[in-house]
């Protein structure tokens, strides 16, 4: 367990206080990963981290493969403290709702439960929804599947599975939006163990104590819950917060307490969140407004009295945004609000698109805006005023040689200043210095606002995505 103050960000920033270390836990701090290291400035360590880890993600062995929960024997143990009940783990499909072939363990009427989506459901018996903290298991060897209680055997039955959907997630404390229900725990859970073997109840019982996870035979991942989300078997299946989690004193140091509503989902790439846990220790201030999974900490807006506007989802680690129809306008907005910021993103337009950033937004399409549009006679990196772009516009000044043509473009901005003094970057070479001072304006941007992104035009740019990735922030004020 680890002693001292850290903090874990991911859309969200939690502070934990950690308890003094519990018996039988080993209390060594770990080291950083050999991907990380601390460079100049965060922009070079971000950067730095960010391909080191892709590529140590290329080599051989560095992505182990979790059971298959159709297929493979498995068991899955934790300890949980509920009184509504809840996911305890899942596999389902990243987004929406409950699928065929889904499998997931779960609290419902107070009672421990396994269910595989269009298959059925095994109930057990005892009452686990009191408040009090109980151990819990599944255990699957071939269809046989068994639920313990506290050690105990409280139900035997069997399920005919399938093999699990390549697409589907591993998920902890969520299953789906529509199943079970609940679905989102409201409560807590501490070591979640997942093994890739049928263990007997006298295993499972070990695995209530403290226990060497890299000693114990057939351990495929185990979330202490210890202050993060790491997977403490050393197979990298680290997870990432989606919503609000806190850390609390658990059952076995300490536990992640969930509000009904969050969750922690395992992917190949939640990996990357540990970039920004260490970004944030080296260089307070620093934050990710993408997951690179999700569009947490964000909404959709159309222009009022629209039907229609733009589809925003996440698709091969980016968010896309394209029009609904031809020419439709859709914001994306940052749910926060900033003053001062040093932005830094990766943007790709597939054609013709007529997008843009927004700052210190007051309404729809308002505050200043940064240019994305790359068609003939467009401007990318330029500076506007949303609602007066005929009246305040200065352009990026040779965004065309410094533009990617169907590749990824490295975008900065630096807003400052009330009003503004905006600067833009493009693949690092500078495009404009706009300044706001002595610019009339009837209802100009106020002093902080959310950040939007924008997908626009006319119907020449309809089926066009804008893909972001890589967004993060700086807190200048």
Not at 26 to 42: E, F, L, N, Q
Not at 245 to 264: C, F, H, T, Y
Not at 316 to 342: F, K, N
Request: proline share 6%; glycine share 12%; charged share 25%.
């Amino acid at each position: 367990m680890t002693h001292g103050l850290r903090a874990f960000l991911l859309v969200i920033t939690v502070t934990l206080l950690l308890s003094p270390a519990t018996p039988g836990l080993a209390a060594a701090k770990d080291a950083d990963p050999p991907w990380y290291a601390k460079r100049g400035t965060w922009v070079e360590t971000f950067e730095a981290a960010r391909d080191a880890f892709a590529e140590a993600m290329k080599q051989p062995g560095a992505k182990k493969s979790l059971p298959d929960f159709g297929r493979d024997d498995v068991t899955v143990t934790a300890w949980v403290r509920t009184e509504k009940g809840g996911t305890v783990l899942a596999k389902a499909p990243a987004d929406g709702k409950w699928a065929p072939q889904g499998k997931a363990l779960f609290v419902r009427g107070g009672r421990l439960a396994y269910d595989v989506g269009w298959v059925g459901t095994l109930a057990g018996k005892t009452n686990v929804a009191d408040g009090a903290w109980h151990h819990v298991a599944l255990v699957k060897k071939g269809k046989t599947l068994r639920l313990l209680v506290d050690g105990k055997v409280d139900k035997e039955g069997s399920l005919g599975a399938g093999p699990d959907v390549p697409e589907h997630v591993l998920k902890i404390g969520y299953t789906s939006e529509n199943y079970p229900r609940p679905s989102g725990l409201a409560g807590s859970l501490d070591h979640v163990c997942l093994f890739g073997r049928a263990l007997s109840p006298e295993e499972v019982r070990a695995t209530a104590k403290a226990f060497d996870p890299k000693a114990m035979k057939g351990l495929a991942a185990c979330w202490p819950m210890d202050g993060d989300p790491a997977d403490s078997s050393g197979a990298g299946h680290d997870g990432f917060a989606r919503g609000e989690v806190a850390w609390s004193e658990g059952k076995v140091g300490r536990a992640i307490r969930l509000d009904g509503g969050s969750q922690l989902v395992v992917s190949p790439e939640a990996g990357f969140a540990k970039i920004w846990t260490l970004m944030k220790r080296d260089f307070p201030g620093v934050e990710p407004l993408f997951d690179g999974q999700s569009l947490a900490g964000w909404r959709s807006r159309n222009r009022a009295g629209h039907a229609s506007g733009a589809a925003w989802e996440v698709a091969d680690g980016a968010i896309t945004g394209v029009q609904e129809l031809p020419g439709g306008v859709g914001m994306l907005i940052t749910r926060e609000v900033y003053a001062d910021v040093d932005l830094r993103l990766q943007i790709r337009c597939d054609g013709p698109l007529d997008a843009g950033i927004h700052f210190r937004m007051a309404g729809f399409e308002s505050g200043w805006e940064v240019t994305l549009d790359p068609r003939d006679g467009g401007d990318v990196a330029g500076v506007a005023c949303g609602g007066f772009f005929d009246r305040v516009h200065k352009r990026g000044a040779g965004w065309k040689d410094a533009w990617k043509i169907d590749d990824w473009n490295d975008l900065r901005v630096t807003v400052q200043g009330d009003p503004p003094t905006i600067r833009t970057w493009l693949n690092g070479k500078a495009m404009t210095t706009f300044t706001a001072e002595g610019v009339e304006l009837d209802d100009p941007p106020p002093a902080r606002g959310p950040i939007a992104l924008k997908v626009a035009g006319p119907e020449p740019c309809f089926n066009h995505r804008l893909r972001v990735r890589h967004v993060r922030v700086r807190r200048l004020k």
